[in-house]
């Protein structure tokens, strides 16, 4: 970290979790913190689902809730971002406090609940943008009191499909009751049946993707496979936070309930991705997420079966500059190897990956 990002993650860090989360959204609404200038190189992109990405490394949903900020994301050097996850009613989610820093592991717990402003005030950002370049997913979700969950993925699709690059259904959240049963491959089935039926519906057809839970064994792993092939889904996301809580220091936090993300995710986030890889095979899009904070994280995402990768927490800890980081790793990398493409590499540690134990 540069002198300036430790001076700012000092600021932020004296307040709670969620406020110095507003404050760093508001600071990118802003036009700061300014991001190094963004890694160009032909190597880097990576052509995915009818879409050019100009290099893959994306923010991952849950920061920027409310569609807010994606431009400013993009302009920290991201080569795509990722809205979200927004519901079709606002809601308050969860009582507070609901996030909690665990320094001595580089992660956080957040039971956070989707929380966010609903489907009409992220629409209104969109449509705001609307022309602009640069890749922008929409992540979608149900509200927590919702009838017909099923639903209000329905009314997702149907009311994003014209302003998102590609749409994330995301039913892997382990803060909404329930939400992570409809992994279960009959709930799946149906679900993604009616996703893709609202897709075709709609005047865009923009790729599908679903995020999965890390927490899944081999043959819930096998069913969600079956299903996505068989739904004609796009892609997958692997994957959201854990309920694990395996060999973690900051003791004083890591009882609190909710999701884990960030570095001690990396190892069984990666073992997920390379067997969801096998399962697929190469014409499904995988996108690596769980762990990345480095230029050696993001590739080994990569060796491991990933087309495109996303970060969050890493940047939490690693401050602004580290998406322009990781990239200048990145070209340094396939310079140094003599590779053509960064593509050359995925999947190069596929059978490592793969043949791990959950």
Known sequence: MSVLDRIGQKLLFSFDPETAHGMSIAALRCGLPVGARAVRDDRMKVSLCGLAFPNPLGMAAGYDKNAEVPDALLGLGFGFAEVGTVTPLPQAGNPKPRIFRLTQDDAVINRLGFNNEGHEAAERRLAARKGRGGIVGVNIGANKDSADRVSDYELGVSRFAKYA???????????????????????????????????????????????????????????????????????????????????????????????????PLFERSTIVLAKMRKLLGPERAIIGVGGVDSAETALEKIRAGADLVQLYTGMIYAGPALPGRIMTGMVRFVERERLKSVRDLCGSGLDFWASKQL
């Open 165 to 263: 690059s590609y749409l994330t259904v995301n039913i892997s959240s382990p803060n909404t009751p329930g939400l992570r049963t409809m992994q279960a491959r009959e709930q799946l089935g149906e679900l993604l049946s009616r996703v893709m039926s609202a897709r075709a519906a709609a005047s865009v057809q923009p790729p599908v993707f679903l995020k999965i839970a890390p927490d899944l064994v081999e043959a819930e792993l096998e069913d969600i496979a079956a299903e996505v092939s068989e739904k004609q889904i796009d892609g997958v996301i692997v994957s959201n936070t854990t309920l694990a809580r395996t060999g973690l220091r900051s003791a004083a936090v890591a009882g609190e309930a909710g999701g884990l993300s960030g570095k």
